[in-house]
């Protein structure tokens, strides 16, 4: 949310880790965790996307502080809330996806984001995985 948010321009959540804008990916986010530590790497097209891609056309610093302040924002809020405005945000809800596991594929309608984090495709709980926006 805070990457969302501090993009602006009607950026919206693609689960788990896009950035869209009008659709088109402008950034993403990795989280590695070791132990009881993440880092966490956020990367945004700011004035070059590569085709397909969409860029932002901000300054660095401009996107920086907005950054920095909804970060704070969002790490000291309570977990409802968070996951209340990645609701808010998702482009994912509601749409049919394709969800690509290590095991096995699947295509569904992507109903919701639970408490955990966790995309709803029909009755799948899916943790993790590559998904795919389908046409509708």
């Given at each position: 949310m805070a990457a969302a948010e501090a993009c602006d321009r009607g950026v919206r959540l693609k689960w788990p880790n896009d950035l869209l804008l009008g659709g088109r990916k402008v950034g993403g986010i990795l989280v590695e965790v070791a132990g009881t530590k993440a880092v966490c790497g956020i990367g945004i097209n700011l004035t070059w996307a590569p085709q397909g891609g969409a860029s932002l056309n901000q300054p660095r610093d401009w996107l920086l502080d907005q950054?920095?302040?909804?970060?704070?924002?969002?790490?000291?809020?309570?977990?409802?809330e968070v996951v209340a405005r990645w609701r808010e945000l998702s482009d994912t809800i509601g749409r049919r996806v394709r969800?690509?596991?290590?095991?096995r594929a699947f295509e569904g309608v992507a109903q919701d984001i639970n408490e955990r984090?966790?995309?709803?495709?029909?009755?799948?709980v899916v943790s993790a995985g590559s998904v795919t926006h389908l046409a509708d």
């Open positions: 950054l920095r302040h909804a970060i704070e924002r969002w790490s000291s809020a309570p977990a409802e969800v690509q596991l290590p095991d984090g966790e995309l709803l495709v029909d009755s799948a």
